[in-house]
Nanobody
């Protein structure tokens, strides 16, 4: 069982930066692929970024590539999402997820544990 708690969301102007954190409970954090998803009002939840267990491979949605960076610290049971050059269209609730299931990292069905989400609002 893994519990995930996101933090770091807030209100920022377009062009600004935020860093999201996701703290995980449990001793098996390092065995999970970790992902970030987001859901804007009226939209379905969408993939943002993922990182494999050893931090050797990262994955990004095209919409955030070059602006967002995912990283993890297995010693601290924490995954991060550094978000730079934020745009108003990045406004959403951001969810952290731990993936212990089979399948591609881009799809929700890969992930069996989810956080409650943290709101990110980017103003123009």
């Amino acid at each position: 069982q893994v519990q995930l708690v996101e933090s770091g969301g807030g209100l920022v102007q377009a062009g600004g930066s935020l860093r999201l954190s996701c703290a995980a409970s449990g001793r098996t954090f390092s065995s999970y692929t970790m992902g970030w998803f987001r859901q804007a009002p009226g939209n379905e939840r969408e993939f943002v970024a993922a990182i494999n267990r050893s931090s050797g491979t990262t994955y990004y949605a095209d919409s955030v590539k070059g602006r967002f960076t995912i990283s993890r610290d297995n010693a601290k049971n924490t995954v991060y999402l550094q978000m730079n050059s934020l745009k108003t269209e990045d406004t959403a609730v951001y969810y952290c997820a731990a993936g212990g299931l089979s399948g591609t990292v881009y799809y929700e069905r890969r992930y069996n544990y989810w956080g409650q989400g943290t709101q990110v609002t980017v103003s123009s």
